[in-house]
Structure formats: structure tokens, C-alpha cells
């Protein structure tokens, strides 16, 4: 049974930054694909940003380009997201998710997700 434990979410003031962390356990972390979605109040949840076993990065969301990077730390078994330049619309619930399928990771089928962390951006 693979766990999945964000942290670093929080308020910050428009043009701030924040890194978020997922930490896993119970599972071999190498053979997972790694994902960052996030759900604004009455939004659907959007693919924000992944990472396939190979290390890979692959941005879903446009607005997110060269403010956004997801990493991963194998020895740590922990992935990252480094928000810079923070924006109002980017405020959400962030959730992590693993799964060994690359599509079903797209879809939004994870079959491991994090509880969320609150990022809330002020204007």
C-alpha cells in the first residue's frame, strides 16, 4: 500500500514563491509515475505537471510553463513542485499522485493520491 504526504502548501502574496513536497512510502518508488493535479472551488481537478519513472517532464497546463518544475529525489523518495511567480488563479488544492500507468496518470486514475495542500495566492 503506497502513502502519499504533501506539505509546503500556504499563503503567499501574488508573485511569491512556494515548493511543494510529496514523500512516498510502501511501495518501490522507482517504478511509479509521479503527477501534480490541483482542484480550484467549482473547477474541475486539472493535470498541472508529471514525471515518468524516467524522468520525464511533461507540463499540462499552459500558464504553468517557466513558472512551474516538478523533480523528483529517488534517494528521498519525494517528488517536488517549485512555484514561482505565483498568480491569483493559481490558488487550489494540490494533490500528488503515483501510477505505474502513464495514461491512466493523465486521466486523473491514479491509484495512489496524496490528502492535498492548500496553496493560496492573495492579489
Known amino acids: 500500500q503506497v502513502q502519499l504526504v504533501e506539505s509546503g502548501g500556504g499563503l503567499v502574496q501574488a508573485g511569491g514563491s512556494l515548493r511543494l513536497s510529496c514523500a512516498a512510502s510502501g511501495g518501490t518508488f522507482s517504478q511509479y509515475h509521479m503527477g501534480w493535479f490541483r482542484q480550484a472551488p467549482g473547477k474541475e481537478r486539472e493535470f498541472v505537471v508529471g514525471?515518468?519513472?524516467?524522468?520525464?517532464?511533461?507540463p499540462y497546463v499552459d500558464s504553468v510553463q517557466g513558472r512551474f518544475t516538478i523533480s523528483k529525489d529517488i534517494a528521498k523518495n519525494t517528488v517536488y513542485l517549485q512555484m514561482n511567480r505565483l498568480k491569483p488563479e493559481d490558488t487550489a488544492v494540490y494533490y500528488c499522485?503515483?501510477?505505474?500507468?502513464?495514461?491512466?496518470?493523465?486521466?486523473?486514475?491514479?491509484?495512489?493520491w496524496g490528502q492535498g495542500t492548500q496553496v493560496t495566492v492573495s492579489a
Open positions: 514525471i515518468t519513472r524516467s524522468g520525464i517532464t511533461t
Open positions: 499522485a503515483a501510477e505505474t500507468n502513464w495514461d491512466n496518470l493523465r486521466k486523473g486514475f491514479s491509484s495512489y
